[in-house]
């Protein structure tokens, strides 16, 4: 049977929020926690890459089991926290087959579009299986072990459609309506509050 991980990506300083966009309320808990117990429910095996804030937003986890890692090196963009937590699973669950790439503001992200994800992976035997919204292919994204080498070899603010980008023609996609919803700025968020919270 295949193994998976899923990395969340919950590092950054949310700058033009003002506000760590982990720690917005939302489905009775926080932003992050809500995407954390979905991810969760499609896998035992998740990550959270953190890095600003990072005690802070530890402790409105601790409910839930998952593994952190702190990224020393966050501030760098998101690809130092691909391959920080890429690193992780493949320490932790060195027989994983592939991972599942996440970001903390994308609240409409569910156990079941994961879950999609995964069958797809199977029955298409795609390298990458990438949700699709609006014009573009993004996050969250599987990536077989395959591509674990190219990911490791990120460099700035690269981060999982880079891969995407370049091999398109292994890809395959989900659609995901709603993923073009993510929180960079307050006004994000108030309109975030104006949507019902289903998927």
């Known amino acids: ?29 926080t932003l992050l926690h809500h995407v954390a117990s979905e991810a969760l429910k499609a896998s035992y ?23 952190f890692l702190y990224n020393e090196e966050w501030e760098e963009g998101m690809s130092s926290s691909i391959r920080c937590g890429l690193s992780g699973v493949l320490e932790y669950w060195p027989s994983v087959d592939a991972v599942i790439i996440m970001v ?8 079941s579009l994961l879950e999609d994800m995964i069958n ?25 072990k395959s591509l674990f080498a190219s990911l490791l070899e990120l460099k ?27 929180i960079d700025t307050s006004e994000d968020f108030d309109a975030l509050k104006k949507m019902p919270i289903s998927n």
């Not at 969340?8 to 489905?27: N, T």
């Not at 095996?45 to 593994?67: F, P, T, Y």
């Not at 199977?122 to 993004?138: F, H, M, N, W």
């Open 104 to 111: 903390t503001d994308q609240p409409f992200v569910s156990s």
């Open 156 to 182: 700035g603010q690269s981060g999982a459609k880079k891969i995407i980008g370049l091999n398109r023609d292994l890809t395959a996609t989900i659609s995901f309506p709603k993923g073009y919803v993510d």
């Open 120 to 144: 797809q992976h199977r029955q298409l035997e795609k390298p990458i299986v990438a949700c699709s919204y609006k014009d573009t292919i993004g996050v969250p994204a599987l990536f077989d």
């Open 45 to 67: 095996n998740v990550i959270v890459v953190l890095g600003s804030q990072a005690e802070r937003i530890k402790e409105d986890m601790k409910d839930l089991s998952l593994r």
């Open 1 to 29: 049977m295949e193994q998976f991980a899923i990395i969340i990506l919950a590092a950054g300083s949310s700058k033009r929020l003002g506000y760590p966009k982990q720690l917005l309320p939302y489905s009775g808990h």
